[in-house]
Structure formats: structure tokens, C-alpha cells
């Protein structure tokens, strides 16, 4: 299970601003905003951007000042290989360690949408001992029942972090993960599909091992 909630891209007037610096061709911005505030690029900005997208990592400096800001709720199994990607992004989470005795454990915590009939009946029990060791901890405030739940968690506990990206750093994780086995790279890469330009500046027609 992944949710990918309040997107927002930023910065696409300046980045296509500063795309145009090289060659002094300010002059031939043609992007406007709508109605509804989003930034459209014009039919010479945007050629301009695609050729420099399939041109390579060195022309297109310019997608890394385009910001993308997402909240993301995800089994720690997940996190844990998302964290590869240290370079360009900003992550802040909710806090395990201080706030995992904070409400009851329910199922719902939990990714498992994909567990066997067997797997989740063993998972129902293991959230109803950890319920049990939370109150226990309320009581008591032992660190040794803390322990027992900060170590009998299951890495397909739910964390949300707030996190940022810029476009190039989603060109990396898309064309690294789009074919991965973990359905949650899918949803996420399906995400990226869906933000302004993301075929033109992200997806691009370049191979893989660009």
C-alpha cells in the first residue's frame, strides 16, 4: 500500500527562465499562467525543454529546479528502499520511536493488501499483541514493553514523511523502479506520470542507463 497526497510542483517559470540563460533567448518564452494559476508552457519553451531533456543530464541542469513537494504513506519495507535515493531529496517523518504508543494498533496500520487469507490472520494476532504491550506501556512506561513494540513491529507498518524531490531526481527513481517487484514502485511511478510535463521533462525517450 502507498498514498501519495497534497502534490505540488514549483518553480517551473524560473527553471524554464534560466534554461533560456545559455543562449541569451529570453525573448522567445512564450509560457503563460491559466486561470487556475498553473504554469503552461508555450510551443517554443516546450520544444526548447524537450531537446534539452534528450540531450542528457548535462544540458537538462534546468528540471533540477523544478520542486516537487508530496506527502507519502508507506510500509517501512518500502522506506527502506526508497532511502537509497540520499542525493536532492528532503524527507520529514512521523516519528516512530516518540509517537508509536500515541493511538491504538489497529490492522489498518499496516500494508496488507496483498497478504494470504494465513498471513493475515497471523498479522491480526500480531497487531493484537502489540495493542496489548501499547497498553501495558501506558501503564507501566517500562522500556522494556517500548522494546518489545519497536521490535516487534512489522516492516509493513505505515510511515507518512513529507517529502521533496526536484524532476531530475524523479527521472532516476522512474526509470530505476518503474519495472520493480515491489507493487508500490508501480503506484509511485504511476504518480510521476501524472505531474506537469512528466513525459516531456521525467519520461523522455532516452534508455535506462542514461
Not at 61 to 89: C, G, H, M, N
Request: hydrophobic share 35%; with cysteine; proline share 3%.
Amino acid at each position: 500500500m502507498i498514498l501519495l497526497e497534497r502534490t505540488s510542483v514549483m518553480n517551473l517559470e524560473n527553471a524554464m527562465r534560466g534554461a533560456r540563460n545559455p543562449m541569451n533567448s529570453w525573448n522567445r518564452m512564450d509560457s503563460y499562467y491559466d486561470e487556475e494559476g498553473n504554469y503552461i508552457l508555450g510551443p517554443n519553451d516546450l520544444d526548447l525543454a524537450k531537446r534539452l531533456r534528450q540531450a542528457g543530464s548535462d544540458h537538462r541542469k534546468f528540471i533540477r529546479q523544478i520542486f516537487v513537494s508530496v506527502d507519502i504513506t508507506a510500509p517501512l519495507y518500502w522506506w527502506k528502499e526508497y532511502d537509497t535515493y540520499k542525493v536532492a531529496t528532503v524527507a520529514n517523518s512521523t516519528s516512530t520511536m516518540h509517537k508509536i504508543h500515541s493511538k491504538p494498533f489497529s490492522l489498518d496500520d499496516f500494508s496488507h493488501d496483498h497478504m494470504t487469507a494465513y498471513a493475515l490472520s497471523v498479522m491480526e494476532m500480531v497487531v493484537n499483541e502489540l495493542e496489548k504491550i501499547r497498553l501495558r506501556y501506558m501503564e507501566t512506561k517500562s522500556k522494556d514493553d517500548w522494546y518489545d513494540m519497536i521490535q516487534l513491529l512489522p516492516s509493513s507498518y505505515n510511515q507518512m514523511r513529507t517529502c521533496t524531490f526536484n524532476y531530475e531526481t524523479l527521472v532516476n527513481i522512474y526509470h530505476a523502479r518503474k519495472n520493480h517487484k515491489l507493487a508500490e514502485w508501480h503506484e509511485f511511478c504511476d504518480w510521476i506520470r501524472t505531474l506537469p510535463y512528466a513525459k516531456e521533462l521525467i519520461i523522455g525517450e532516452q534508455k535506462d542507463g542514461e
